[in-house]
């Protein structure tokens, strides 16, 4: 079964930084896209950072775009999303995903889904 557990979520201030990772279990990275996601409250879920094995090619959103790196530890099956410069806009929860057949980072590609963690960045 594909699990994905994410943590490292909590609470910042502005300016801040954040590391989330997710353990991953299930699956090899080098046969799935995988990605970070997150929703606001009262807000659609977007991608935030998406990373493609087939294509050997990662994608940022525009507003993390230079504030945030995704990377991945083969031998520790975890994906992580490093973040800096946080802003309160940031606030979220942060999700990983993972889909064997996604090809970019809309959120309705990926069938496999962690459970979230809560990102909040104070003013």
């Known amino acids: 079964d594909v699990q994905l557990q994410a943590s490292g979520g909590g609470l910042v201030q502005a300016g801040g930084s954040l590391r989330l990772s997710c353990a991953a279990s299930?699956?090899?990275?080098?046969?799935?896209?995988i990605g970070w996601f997150r929703q606001a409250p009262g807000k659609e879920r977007e991608g935030v950072s998406c990373?493609?094995?087939?294509?050997?090619?990662?994608y940022y959103a525009d507003f993390v775009t230079g504030r945030a790196t995704i990377s991945r530890d083969n031998a520790k099956n975890t994906v992580y999303l490093q973040m800096i410069s946080l802003r309160p806009e940031d606030t979220a929860v942060y999700y990983c995903?993972?889909?064997?057949?996604?090809?970019?980072?809309?959120?309705?590609?990926?069938?496999?889904w962690g459970q979230g963690t809560l990102v909040t960045v104070s003013s």
């Open positions: 995903a993972t889909d064997p057949f996604a090809v970019s980072c809309r959120p309705d590609l990926y069938e496999y």
């Open positions: 299930g699956f090899t990275f080098d046969d799935n896209a």
């Open positions: 990373f493609n094995s087939f294509t050997n090619t990662t």
